[in-house]
């Protein structure tokens, strides 16, 4: 594993529910890949190859469209290294 990103995404739709099932959407999409992640109130971390990673961010904006969103706004934390990154449980494991 040589990366990690933090995916948030905000889907232009009115009303909680509305939100909730876009997100719930895109984030069948990121698991579809069978990758290690973390779901928070606040953004999905994934961890893998920084090649897919990217594949999955490319997608997350159409996953929104397609479950019905005139468009979304997303912001994505990436975190690289050639020689591996430190994992979730590494970070934050002790708190779990």
Do not use: W
Request: net charge negative.
């Amino acid at each position: 594993m040589n990366a990690s990103v933090a995916i948030q995404v905000l889907p232009k739709v009115e009303g909680n529910a509305e939100t909730c099932r876009v997100v719930d959407a895109v984030i069948a999409y990121i698991q579809s890949f069978h990758l290690p992640m973390t779901v928070t109130p606040f953004e999905t971390v994934i961890e893998g190859d920084y090649d897919v990673l990217m594949e999955i961010v490319k997608g997350c904006p159409k996953v929104c469209v397609e479950a019905g969103a005139p468009g979304m706004l997303g912001y994505v934390k990436i975190n690289y290294a050639p020689e591996g990154v430190m994992t979730i449980d590494e970070k934050v494991g002790k708190y779990q």
